[in-house]
């Protein structure tokens, strides 16, 4: 853990983020993790995911918020992105992931500025046939997110929102959107929180995912259950089974170029996959964080740290 967050810092400096950006194996590793830089090169991957039976969902990568134009700007690249969808005919395949903090969470009076590009997101969605599921980021955020996208909800009820189950909030958040149609992903959770609000254990972390699990699938929206990890795969298949569910009505996701095999086997059984596909100049810190979660990866990307390509 030390050693991946001391790269994963040094990562972030920009002699380092210049230097690994500009380096071909970088290039080469992006594009299993990336769906490129532009939203042509987006929507191309999410027409060959589409030929495979797979949804995906976009999310753009673009510079940190600083003002209320940053983050109309934001909005305005998920607007166009609906528009080349439409264009492409991919909106019944494909849906658009958005940061709160892209949205103006973090701006002062973050609260009603985001609310506000979210609902117009959310209304230019829904008009498009499809929809908006809104990220969750570190801790800071979450109460602040959540109240945002219940606003949202309220009124785009297609709105989708992530539950991170790491956590301990995670089975307050679970029942209460349980007893709604919501749209709820359920991740393990990216930030590392302190365990006053987070379970510090991995073996904890599995059990408050299954425990949200449950009340999801037996709750009346549509679980979207994004892990890569086959058991918990396997115990959301038991799960919907026991709760009478129909394969429409939950979702499998995961990450462009995680565990791809998997991705195509559920598929071809009947299951429904939507593939997240992260887009846009700003991918290399998203390209670190994915590398630095799992340790076979960690050669691939430090080999291009130090320029050897
Ligand atoms: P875990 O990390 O235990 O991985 C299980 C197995 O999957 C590993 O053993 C390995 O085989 C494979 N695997 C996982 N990650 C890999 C990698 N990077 N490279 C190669 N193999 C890998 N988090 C968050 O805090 N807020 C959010 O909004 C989201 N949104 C989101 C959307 C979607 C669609 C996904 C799939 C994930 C997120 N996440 C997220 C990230 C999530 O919280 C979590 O960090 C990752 O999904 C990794 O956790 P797993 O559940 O896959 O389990």
Known sequence: ??????????????????????????????????????????????????????????????????DEAGARAAVGVYVKTLEVLQTADLLDRVDLSVRASDMGINLPDGHNIAAANIRALAAAATDAGTS???????????????????????????????????????????????ATPARVRLVKGAYQESTDVAFPTAQEIDLSYVRALKMLMAGSGTPLVATHDPRLIEIAQALAVRSGRSRESYEFQMSLGIRPEEQKRLAAAGAKVRVYVPFGSQWYPYLVRRMAEKPANMTLIGRALIGRT
């Open 1 to 66: 853990m030390v050693v991946r967050n001391a790269l994963v810092s040094a990562s972030q400096t920009s002699v380092m983020r210049a230097a690994a950006t500009a380096a071909p194996v970088t290039k080469s590793v992006a594009r299993r993790f990336v769906g490129g830089e532009t939203l042509v090169d987006a929507v191309e991957t999410a027409a060959n995911l589409s030929a495979e039976g797979l949804h995906s969902t976009l999310s753009h990568l673009g510079q940190d918020v600083e």
């Open 132 to 178: 908006v599921t809104v990220d969750m980021e570190d801790y800071s955020t979450v109460a602040a997110t959540m109240d945002v996208f219940d606003e949202v909800f309220a009124a785009y009820p297609t709105t989708g929102v992530v539950v991170q189950a790491n956590l301990r909030r995670s089975q307050v958040d679970c029942q209460r959107l349980a």
